[in-house]
């Protein structure tokens, strides 16, 4: 379990003290959120038709410090596997939703990948250690500008992210090989699925609040048709409409 001092101590405060210092702090925090991240997930087969959690996953949630992505009020829990309020009547994904999904995508490191929600800019971290580069999109100004703001002071030379209604995707950099919605739409928004690149593959919670939402994988042939398939039943917040 971590305390308030040892994140002190981990530079966690200071926005100068990115990097190796705070990594090596919550390594082994990080190691035993990954070891329940696997015992969450010991069903995954049913779900991804593969054994296990691919192994480039779990290295990428070894990385990326976590608790740099939240308040300092929920810092502390930041290595337990629950997903966790980060203003704006938002939250960070839970550690293995966040591996479920990503693995689900099966990226490869040329990728290009677009991201609706970024939310605290934890998930795009996890995506930017696997890929070529990360498109991400939020719709609330001061998390998409605080989670640019961190990524970069993490190091992290490769992801774009804008302001936006994540509903129209980013058709300037369109296609992309995997594109991720972190956020549920009522129906998967037609503009992402022209914007996924032929071979690729989109993952969106889709669904109301009132009905339930359901996980949904869709994939795009190499002839331009796709096929989706219902992973499972999951609960995140509206993806809403710019006002
Ligand atoms: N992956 C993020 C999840 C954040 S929750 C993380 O782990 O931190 C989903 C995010 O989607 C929220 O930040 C919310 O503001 C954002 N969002 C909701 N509707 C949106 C829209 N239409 N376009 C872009 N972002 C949206």
């Given at each position: 379990?971590?305390?308030?001092?040892?994140?002190?101590?981990?530079?966690?405060?200071?926005?100068?003290?990115?990097?190796?210092?705070?990594?090596?702090?919550?390594?082994?925090?990080?190691?035993?959120?990954?070891?329940?991240?696997?015992?969450?997930?010991?069903?995954?087969?049913?779900?991804?038709?593969?054994?296990?959690?691919?192994?480039?996953?779990?290295?990428?949630?070894?990385?990326?410090?976590?608790?740099r992505f939240m308040p300092m009020s929920v810092m502390h829990r930041a290595?337990?596997?629950?997903a966790l309020p980060i203003g704006h009547e938002q939250t960070i994904s839970q550690p293995s939703v966040?591996?479920?999904?990503?693995?689900?995508?099966?990226?490869?490191?040329?990728?290009?990948?677009?991201?609706?929600?970024?939310?605290?800019?934890?998930?795009?971290?996890?995506?930017?250690?696997?890929?070529?580069?990360?498109?991400?999109?939020?719709?609330?100004?001061?998390?998409?500008?605080r989670a640019a703001v961190l990524l970069k002071a993490l190091g992290y030379g490769n992801i774009e992210a804008r302001i936006g209604d994540g509903h129209r995707g980013w058709p300037e950099a369109a296609p992309f090989d995997a594109i991720i919605v972190t956020a549920a739409p009522e129906q998967m928004p037609q503009p992402l699925i022209d914007q996924l690149a032929r071979g690729g593959q989109l993952i969106a919670p889709v669904g109301s609040q009132a009905d339930g939402q359901e996980l949904l994988l869709m994939r795009k042939g190499d002839d331009g048709q796709t096929v989706t398939r219902n992973v499972l039943a999951v609960r995140f917040v509206p993806l809403t409409r710019e006002r």
């Open positions: 379990m971590i305390t308030r001092r040892t994140l002190l101590a981990g530079g966690a405060g200071s926005p100068l003290c990115a990097g190796a210092q705070a990594v090596d702090a919550f390594a082994a925090d990080r190691e035993r959120l990954v070891a329940e991240v696997e015992r969450d997930l010991a069903d995954i087969g049913s779900m991804t038709g593969r054994a296990t959690l691919d192994p480039r996953v779990l290295d990428a949630l070894r990385k990326v410090p976590r608790h290595y337990e596997n629950r966040v591996a479920l999904m990503t693995d689900l995508l099966d990226t490869r490191p040329g990728d290009r990948v677009l991201e609706i929600g970024t939310g605290s800019g934890y998930q795009t971290a996890v995506l930017a250690e696997l890929v070529e580069r990360v498109y991400t999109i939020e719709i609330v100004r001061p998390l998409g500008e």
